[in-house]
């Protein structure tokens, strides 16, 4: 489903090549849920926006659903994103101008569906929130965990089958990272492949996780 | 769908030999004859040449005259003031040959070496007359060009005011 | 410099003109960059950043492309308002005769147009395909635009620094400077068999596009861009103007022709460059592109009805048809 | 209003464009009022060209002077009588007229002596003297009939109802303003004063036997430039002008006065657009951000660069079109009070035209070429940088 395959990610500073992820090798596979640990700046977040297309690496193969995508021009690659991944970032990114129903209708936009369409699966991934009671209200006006619900709504309306989620517990207090479990938990049961970066203790003890990858220093540790 | 594609094709054919039998068939008058590397001034066919600059057949040869390029391109003007015109227009203007029919022997003559009269009955009313022998109040030919390039000819009124004393 | 160049008309034209030249200055430094550098198997971020030029080199071409098209008509209207002070000229054909540019700069218009609109289409395509086939094959092409846009300019300049407006001009009916006796009609064909091609080459033209014979169909196009020229300055315009005599392609965008010449000139001009267009989409890109075709069918009709319908309308109004009077040059 | 749009991609810019406004009103503003002034100026260049058109459209087609040196003199009668024999010429008409300077170089009228008998060819007069009562003004001696700008200095400097003027050789005429030329020939006619031709002849002290020039008409097109020549042949000294001429000379001046505000424009468009790059590229990290999220969402570089496009030609219509109701509303129904007297300003006397509204799709389009296309122009680039913003912004 996902792999990769002797992924490198150096950045070149004057005095010498700073690696951010060196020699990568992961396989994942449909409907699995792997939990990416590791401390802030060890390469996670690099090598999801790898995953996602949103980044090129130095060298080193990404093929997602039998797709090598580094070297797909860029109106594929959005398009390859737009249908088969869904982010939810640490920081939500939702449009704060807008509501949370044209927030969540954002990503369908580059599919040219028809209103009605667009229509019928907003609603539906909002019922999967459950975010659905504040639809015409603004992104600006949410507290935190409403505005991770809407994020979640945002990945889920395009039927993405690979969902990114990441350090998506950061910024939530104890009874909305609860909801949030659920949320992913109804998730992997639509056999969807989650991946979640976070190092957040309170993923250890979930009883569905198929795969935990710990990164330290850009390198996988066994 | 096969159809199709033989009908056009026979439309095409059809086509090209309409365009074909009337190229062929065509016989517009002349302009300029190419590849008179002998210089020498070409018996045109009447009614069937064109004036370059004035861009009318030529009718008789009175009055007419021809211009041979070095590399043997020969135009036809009805009227001496037409070649002087052209003649402006031409780079390297001394290999040029001039020939003017003249009027009074009736044969072509080199014109830089004719006398020109100027209140003659010209095609285009320019008023210059080719004659081999020197007449009363004939100009040479640099001065010729010279009136004709400075406008002193009966096309201008006041020069026809003078020349001819009738008013138009 | 001729004081012509002051008149607020021409002078928003040549400043219309000079920017979108800029513009297209700065895409010609990024396409000469890009062409040097691009490979597209390399991973190297440079690569990528090239990428993202070329979408720089698309913005600033549908820009050119949008302006050079609302500048054509322009053109002309400008030249249509500078009748009045140029002498003797009645139209903008008098006008855009009056030296050697006008012409050339008209038809060097048309073709740019017609490349850019080639390009935008290979663009089109070459964003479609997953390795970016013909990159290369759109940056010497807009090489070859830019050089056109650049002669563009200068002859812009020329041509209208170049009228001097005391010198008086004739206006279209001598325009053509025909030669006594010639012919006007090309291949030396006579009026009726003008027509008999004309509308010949239309039905072959549609039949040629559905039958996907390109080779004829390019014929055809060629051969109609000359008949069809012909056929609408010495028969459909004359019904046009109701005037025997009047040949003249520019009169009838005029006001007192309610702009028909707009629609009918476009029609036939659009008709031409869909179908350059999706010749070169086929020989050369390879891609059948059905809503091109459609369309070029739809304003080559258009075209051949507007003309028939002025016969039709006048034959029907007056029961004869225009006989041209025979001119005799009488001095 | 955003159920109604069709396509979700302009609802989507529609709502993104008017949610956050205040970016977008500074640039707006600016815009609007860069129209306004250009509109307005433009209007007004194409009213004055119209008015001239019009009023010339009246003159006679020919006018015949006799020039010795630089110095017009009077021409003697007989030339009519050659003129008529010219075939293609019609209604020949003698016209004394010359400029009489109330106070010595200030104020200075145009007097116009005209023979009411033979058919007038000056059109406009021709319609004014229709309306006249023929009888009447001819009968008194001492009547006038005068431009508006006359009418309003008279009703100006207390003279109630008539003039007193003084011939060469100090004898003094007075006479009674009989009535008003029309408004359309304002422009032309503003400073004029008609008169029965003897009185013109003795205020301008013209002998007997001569007039000042010869009028005529040469109704087919065609045959001016042979009626020239001919004409011309009559008498070495002869100088003939054509009304096209004259529209020309009428026309570059006022062009003149179009181009010179052209060139000042430029220097301000020139400015504007580099306030516009430089705004468009400074509002950088808001946008970046947002763009960064579009893309990670699975826009392409052509969704984005449509957005940001479509958002600039948002800016550019709404202001165009504000800009050129204002522009409009000012020129034609406030009469445009101070650029007026920048492009009237020149003449002796105020005068107060008002403007023919004369708008057509050429005129738009002039305001059109010489705003939108730069404002597009120099927002070109910094549109395409923000919409090329690369995804991974969105992470970080």
């Known amino acids: 489903m996902i792999e990769l395959i002797e992924l490198n990610r150096y950045y070149d500073t004057q005095r010498e090549r700073f690696y951010a992820l060196k020699d990568i090798n992961l396989t994942i596979n449909r409907g699995e849920f792997v939990l990416l640990n590791g401390v802030s700046g060890s390469g996670k977040t690099t090598l999801l926006t790898l995953i996602a297309g949103m980044d090129k690496p130095n060298s080193g193969i990404v093929i997602i659903e039998g797709e090598p995508i580094i070297k797909l021009p860029d109106q594929h690659l959005s398009k390859f994103r737009n249908q088969h991944i869904g982010i939810i970032f640490q920081h939500y990114n939702l449009l704060e101008n807008l509501s949370v129903y044209d927030n969540v209708a954002t990503p369908l936009i580059p599919m040219r569906l028809s209103l009605k369409e667009i229509d019928k699966r907003v609603k539906e991934s909002l019922e999967i929130a459950n975010i659905s009671h504040k639809a015409s209200s603004l992104a600006s006006s949410l507290s935190g965990g409403e505005k991770q619900r809407t994020a979640i709504a945002r990945a889920l309306v395009t039927k993405a089958s690979i969902i990114l989620c990441d350090e998506p517990t950061a910024n939530l207090d104890k009874a909305n990272r609860e909801i949030f479990l659920k949320i992913l938990e109804r998730l992997h049961k639509l056999n969807k492949t989650i991946i979640v970066s976070t190092h957040d203790p309170i993923f250890n003890d979930l009883d569905y996780i198929t795969k935990i990858v710990h990164i330290v220093d850009g390198k996988i540790a066994k | 769908m096969k159809v199709i594609k033989i009908f056009s094709q026979l439309l095409l054919v059809l086509i090209l030999s309409i365009i074909g039998y009337s190229i062929v068939q065509e016989d517009n008058p002349i302009e300029v004859v190419k590849g008179n590397l002998s210089y020498k001034p070409i018996p045109f066919i009447l009614e069937k040449t064109d004036d370059t600059i004035c861009k009318m057949l030529i009718h008789s040869y009175y009055g007419s005259s021809q211009a041979i390029t070095k590399n043997g391109d020969t135009y036809f003007f009805n009227d001496i003031g037409c070649m002087m015109i052209w003649l402006e227009e031409q780079p390297y203007k001394e290999s040029i040959r001039l020939w003017v029919y003249t009027k009074d022997t009736e044969r072509w003559l080199n014109a830089r070496l004719a006398h020109y009269t100027t209140r003659d009955k010209t095609v285009v009313g320019y008023g210059f007359g080719a004659s081999e022998r020197e007449l009363k109040d004939s100009i040479s030919f640099k001065e010729m060009r010279v009136r004709m390039l400075k406008e002193e000819h009966l096309l201008n009124p006041k020069v026809r005011k003078r020349l001819l004393k009738n008013r138009y | 410099m001729s004081s012509l160049l002051l008149n607020t008309n021409i002078a928003i034209f040549l400043l219309a003109e000079w920017i979108v030249w800029f513009v297209l200055l700065i895409a010609f430094g990024v396409t000469v960059y890009i062409l040097k550098k691009w490979d597209f198997q390399s991973y190297t971020p440079v690569q990528y950043r090239l990428e993202k030029y070329a979408y720089l080199v698309m913005v600033i071409l549908i820009f050119a492309f949008s302006m050079k098209f609302i500048l054509l008509p322009y053109f002309i209207f400008t030249m249509d308002k500078i009748s009045d002070i140029v002498p003797g000229a009645m139209c903008s054909a008098g006008v855009i005769s009056f030296n050697h540019y006008g012409m050339k700069l008209f038809f060097i218009k048309l073709l740019i147009l017609l490349f850019l609109m080639v390009w935008l289409m290979i663009n089109h395509y070459d964003l479609d395909a997953k390795k970016y086939p013909w990159f290369k094959l759109k940056g010497w092409l807009y090489l070859v635009i830019f050089l056109l846009i650049s002669v563009e300019l200068y002859w812009d300049y020329a041509f209208f620094n170049d009228i001097d407006i005391h010198k008086v001009l004739n206006c279209c009916s001598t325009l053509y400077g025909l030669l006594e006796g010639v012919n006007p009609l090309p291949f030396g064909l006579d009026k009726t068999r003008l027509l008999i091609l004309f509308y010949l080459l239309y039905i072959m033209i549609v039949l040629s596009t559905f039958g996907k014979q390109y080779f004829i169909l390019s014929i055809g196009l060629i051969l109609f861009t000359i008949i069809g020229y012909y056929s609408v300055l010495y028969f459909f315009g004359t019904y046009i103007y109701q005037m025997p005599n009047h040949n003249c392609p520019f009169c009838m965008l005029q006001k007192d022709y309610y702009y028909i010449g707009y629609l009918l000139w476009g029609s036939f001009i659009g008709g031409l460059f869909l179908g350059v267009t999706t010749i070169i989409a086929n020989l050369v890109l390879g891609i059948d592109i059905q809503k091109l075709k459609i369309l070029m069918v739809l304003l080559f009709t258009q075209f051949i009805v507007i003309c028939s319908l002025y016969v039709a309308i006048y034959y029907i109004q007056n029961g004869v048809f225009l006989e041209p009077v025979k001119v005799e040059m009488v001095m | ?396």
Not at chain 4, 23 to 44: A, D, E, N, P, R
Not at chain 4, 319 to 346: E, H, M, Q, T, W
Request: hydrophobic letters at 50%; glycine letters at 4%.
């Open chain 4, 1 to 396: 209003m955003e159920k109604s749009v069709s396509s979700p991609f302009i609802r989507f810019l529609l709502l993104n464009f008017f949610s956050e406004k205040s970016k977008q009103v500074t640039v707006i503003l600016f815009s609007i009022i860069i129209i306004f002034i250009l509109s307005s100026v433009l209007f007004i260049s194409s009213s004055i060209h119209h008015s001239i058109k019009e009023a010339l459209q009246a003159q006679p087609d020919f006018v015949i002077q006799k020039m010795r040196g630089d110095k017009q003199i009077d021409i003697s009668e007989r030339v009519s009588d050659e003129l008529i024999e010219i075939p293609s010429i019609s209604k020949v008409t003698p016209r004394v007229y010359g400029r009489y300077f109330i106070k010595p170089l200030g104020k200075s009228f145009l007097v116009v002596g005209v023979d009411f008998f033979d058919v007038q060819s000056h059109r406009a007069l021709e319609k004014l003297i229709d309306s006249t009562n023929l009888n009447n003004f001819f009968k008194m001696r001492d009547n006038m009939i005068i431009g508006r700008g006359v009418k309003r200095w008279m009703d100006a400097n207390h003279y109630d109802n008539n003039l007193t003027f003084f011939t060469p050789k100090g004898k003094s005429i007075t006479l009674k303003a009989f009535s008003t030329l029309p408004k359309e020939s304002a422009l032309v006619s503003a400073d004029m004063i008609i008169v029965p031709i003897d009185t013109a002849r003795k205020i301008l002290g013209v002998s007997k036997r001569k007039v000042t020039d010869f009028v005529f008409n040469v109704p087919n097109v065609l045959e001016w430039e042979i009626v020239t020549i001919k004409v011309s042949a009559l008498d070495y000294d002869l100088r003939v002008i054509n009304k096209k001429e004259s529209y020309k000379a009428y026309s570059e001046y006022f062009d003149f006065k179009g181009g010179f505000f052209l060139s000042m424009f430029l220097i301000v468009l020139v400015s504007f657009s580099l306030i516009l790059y430089q705004r468009y590229s400074q509002l950088y990290s808001i946008e970046r951000r947002q763009i960064g999220i579009l893309r990670a969402l699975g826009w392409s570089i052509r969704d984005t660069l449509k957005l940001k496009f479509f958002e600039a030609l948002l800016v550019v219509f709404i202001s165009y079109a504000i800009g050129v109701l204002l522009g409009y509303i000012f020129v034609y129904i406030f009469d445009a009070p101070i650029l007026k007297n920048i492009f009237l300003g020149s003449f002796n006397i105020e005068i107060e035209p008002t403007f023919t509204p004369v708008v057509d799709i050429f005129l738009l389009s002039s305001i059109f070429l010489l705003y939108a296309l730069p404002f597009i122009a120099s927002v070109l680039i910094p549109v395409w940088k923000i919409a090329t913003t690369n995804p991974k912004e969105a992470m970080v």
